[in-house]
């Protein structure tokens, strides 16, 4: 067997191909190898082997990756072994009337997998599975993964395969609340799986009867599966594995050190946002009394959201007109953004392009732009319809309104809300979804390129959009619409099990749970959003001068390790988060329980041991000097009145 060994940080995958150069298998990753012994009896040897990518024809009982459907009605194909090319990336390519080039490449101690299909015949092929990857994992078969729905994202919980199958994914046109495309294993060493598609996807973890198990993750195939002309190539979504022998918690930071490494590594600004305050009721001389109580307590940018433009008094209205509506801005949006710099804030702005209202002029205008399947009316979700952004035309409408708007004010800050599944499809004959999302991404990239100062905040109805392809396109995400303390805790730590702190918009506001709504102090509420990117969302107007002294001392706290947050590792704690960088280390720790009876009987005290301290190193905490050995195992007291806390941990020595 001809080996190839892909170098991490600290892993390594290992690949091969056999003599026979019929497939691909796993060879090792990380720590543990992979060897099927024995004689199989009643299938191909393929379907017990550690294949990396499985074409029908090559595997049969087992999962396969790839089912290709020729012009004689088959669906069988045997792509031999051609030749491998290494440089940035590895490629090992098997040729038939198909031409599959498996593509590698290591990030840190993650791999990204990816392939891509040729049509070298003369007649139309049709792609009916389409997987990115087939991920082997060496160990376990306890599988983590997320689920939730609106108010209620990244949910964590897991299943245990003795043998057999789960799957999960969205058949909505976008990521979903439902689940993310994330899976992994639970264990000393961990194992996960994530896929970098904003549509329509799939993810199954299967355990064989050898009892290994595999992950395989790509886009949802169509109903009428993708067609591929001769000589048309078609490319798959990436699929990025990666494994930790530090447990889920090392697998996080496996992952965050990723989505850092293809991030813009830009600081967020403090930001306040005024939709909870005002919702649709959106006037210039309000706005700009939210603006100057939210400057005095350190806020940096201002960001108004849904219901600035023409048409839009509530949710049934507007989208797609994208105009400044002069009623609620009588100086015009340039008087207003003056009016903000001048008191030392920056402008933002939200928006939803992709959507359209049915009383718009855009939709009287252009109701081919409406995605719709003929003979059917248009799905109606929150009042509002889809644009089909799968025509270039609609590409180029959405791009032009988003240029012509940063390019005709000062918008420092851009939200990107999409508010509804994609539901009509209209011919399926076309590759609807991947169009869509290409579409989608060109735009993002395009505005990374164009106007590089915008930050740019993912936003789809809470958490519906959150992927690795959106994540490398945008600044930060939008985890959920639900900012209640005890609810968002919860929240945030499924998000950190696969994405960093640096996307992770988190807002302080006046909200009660969904879920759990306990009333916390606004410490906790503070102590909750500052374990991401800070922002604010409450009623500003309505806060007493003892909540806005509160909430300016915790602004300048941030500011002072808002760094430290998004670029340092993340471990998690026995009721609380830490952040780990070279010289300081932020503690948030939370109370979640009954905490105001502590100290009425009597007890032990509440300490909480750190984690990723030099042991040998001194450190102060507060007005306090330790050893990093009794921070590690002894750990910090919590065990007072408060509800929550914030500790800044420096290296001394």
């Known amino acids: 067997m001809r080996t190839w060994t892909l170098r991490g940080t600290s892993t390594s995958y290992v690949v091969g191909v056999p003599d026979h150069g019929q497939w691909a298998q796993l060879v090792a990753w990380g720590s543990h190898p992979v060897e099927i012994v024995g004689t199989e009896h009643f299938v191909p040897r393929a379907d017990v082997e550690p294949v990396e990518y499985a074409v029908r024809g090559v595997r049969y009982t087992a999962p396969v990756d790839l089912v290709v459907g020729g012009p004689d009605g088959s669906d069988e194909f045997r792509p031999v072994f051609v030749e491998a090319r290494e440089g940035d990336e590895l490629e090992l390519e098997f040729a038939d009337v198909i031409r599959i080039v498996l593509h590698y490449r290591m990030v840190g101690d993650a791999v990204e997998r990816w392939v891509s299909v040729r049509n070298d015949g003369a007649d139309e092929l049709t792609l009916y599975r389409h997987d990115s990857a087939g991920f082997v994992v060496p160990v376990g078969n306890t599988v983590k993964y997320l689920w939730g729905e609106?108010?209620?994202?990244?949910?964590?919980?897991?299943?245990?395969?003795?043998?057999?199958?789960?799957?999960?994914?969205?058949?909505?046109?976008?990521?979903?609340?439902?689940?993310?495309p994330f899976l992994a294993t639970d264990g000393d060493v961990a194992y996960?799986?994530?896929?970098?598609?904003?549509?329509?996807?799939?993810?199954?973890?299967?355990?064989?009867?050898?009892?290994?198990?595999?992950?395989?993750?790509?886009?949802?195939?169509?109903?009428?599966?993708?067609?591929?002309?001769?000589g048309q190539t078609w490319v798959s979504p990436k699929a990025v594995g990666a494994c930790s022998a530090e447990g889920a918690d090392g697998l996080a930071r496996v992952f965050h050190e990723y989505e850092r490494a293809g991030s813009?590594?830009?600081?967020?600004?403090?930001?306040?946002?005024?939709?909870?305050?005002?919702?649709?009721?959106?006037?210039?001389?309000?706005?700009?009394?939210?603006?100057?109580?939210?400057?005095?307590?350190?806020?940096?940018?201002?960001?108004?959201?849904?219901?600035?433009?023409?048409?839009?008094?509530?949710?049934?209205?507007?989208?797609?007109?994208?105009?400044?509506?002069?009623?609620?801005?009588?100086?015009?949006?340039?008087?207003?953004?003056?009016?903000?710099?001048?008191?030392?804030?920056?402008?933002?702005?939200?928006?939803?392009?992709?959507?359209?209202?049915?009383?718009?002029?855009?939709?009287?205008?252009?109701?081919?732009?409406?995605?719709?399947?003929?003979?059917?009316?248009?799905?109606?979700?929150?009042?509002?319809?889809?644009?089909?952004?799968?025509?270039?035309?609609?590409?180029?409408?959405?791009?032009?309104?988003?240029?012509?708007?940063?390019?005709?004010?000062?918008?420092?800050?851009?939200?990107?809300?999409?508010?509804?599944?994609?539901?009509?499809?209209?011919?399926?004959?076309?590759?609807?979804?991947?169009?869509?999302?290409?579409?989608?991404?060109?735009?993002?990239?395009?505005?990374?390129?164009?106007?590089?100062?915008?930050?740019?905040?993912?936003?789809?109805?809470?958490?519906?959009r959150v992927d690795l392809g959106t994540a490398a396109r945008v600044d930060t995400l939008w985890p959920s619409d639900n900012t209640a303390p005890l609810d968002r805790l919860r929240i945030q730590e499924g998000f950190r099990s696969g994405f960093a702190p640096h996307l992770m918009s988190s807002w302080v506001t006046d909200a009660e749970g969904t879920h759990d709504g306990r009333e916390r102090s606004l410490d906790v509420r503070f102590h909750v959003a500052m374990a991401g990117v800070l922002g604010i969302g409450a009623d500003l107007s309505r806060w007493t001068d003892d909540q806005l002294k509160t909430a300016a001392r915790h602004i300048e706290q941030y500011k002072g390790f808002r760094e430290l947050i998004t670029e340092s590792k993340v471990y998690g704690l026995a009721g609380g988060v830490q952040y780990v960088g070279p010289h300081k280390s932020v503690v948030f720790l939370w109370e979640t329980g009954d905490g105001n009876v502590r100290g009425t009987l009597p007890t032990r005290p509440r300490r909480v041991p750190l984690a990723g301290l030099d042991p040998a190193k001194n450190y102060r905490v507060g007005n306090e000097t330790h050893s990093g050995s009794y921070l590690l195992q002894v750990g910090v007291a919590f065990d007072d009145s408060a509800d929550s806390h914030c500790l800044v941990v420096e290296l001394l020595d």
């Not at 919980?157 to 058949?171: E, H, K, Y």
């Not at 209205?317 to 400044?324: C, I, K, P, Q, S």
């Not at 309104?401 to 390019?407: A, E, V």
Request: proline share 4%; charged share 25%; with cysteine.
């Open 264 to 464: 813009r590594k830009r600081i967020p600004k403090v930001l306040y946002n005024s939709w909870f305050a005002t919702e649709f009721d959106i006037r210039a001389d309000h706005q700009l009394e939210l603006a100057r109580r939210a400057a005095g307590i350190g806020v940096e940018t201002f960001v108004v959201d849904d219901g600035w433009f023409v048409g839009r008094s509530d949710d049934t209205g507007g989208l797609g007109d994208w105009e400044v509506d002069p009623a609620k801005f009588p100086d015009g949006l340039d008087g207003f953004i003056n009016r903000l710099r001048a008191i030392g804030l920056d402008f933002g702005l939200w928006i939803e392009p992709e959507s359209v209202s049915p009383k718009s002029s855009l939709a009287e205008e252009h109701p081919e732009w409406i995605l719709r399947t003929d003979r059917l009316a248009p799905v109606l979700v929150r009042n509002q319809l889809l644009l089909d952004l799968s025509r270039d035309d609609v590409r180029e409408f959405i791009w032009g309104t988003l240029d012509r708007l940063l390019s005709s004010y000062d918008i420092k800050y851009l939200k990107w809300d999409a508010n509804r599944p994609r539901l009509d499809s209209g011919d399926q004959r076309r590759d609807l979804d991947g169009r869509v999302v290409t579409n989608l991404y060109a735009i993002l990239d395009r505005l990374r390129a164009e106007h590089p100062d915008v930050f740019v905040e993912g936003c789809a109805g809470g958490g519906a």
């Open 150 to 180: 609106w108010n209620s994202e990244f949910q964590q919980t897991s299943v245990t395969l003795p043998r057999g199958r789960f799957t999960i994914g969205s058949a909505q046109g976008i990521t979903g609340h439902s689940y993310s």
């Open 192 to 230: 996960g799986v994530q896929l970098a598609w904003s549509g329509s996807w799939e993810m199954s973890a299967d355990v064989d009867t050898t009892g290994l198990l595999r992950i395989q993750a790509g886009r949802t195939s169509s109903s009428r599966g993708l067609r591929l002309e001769p």
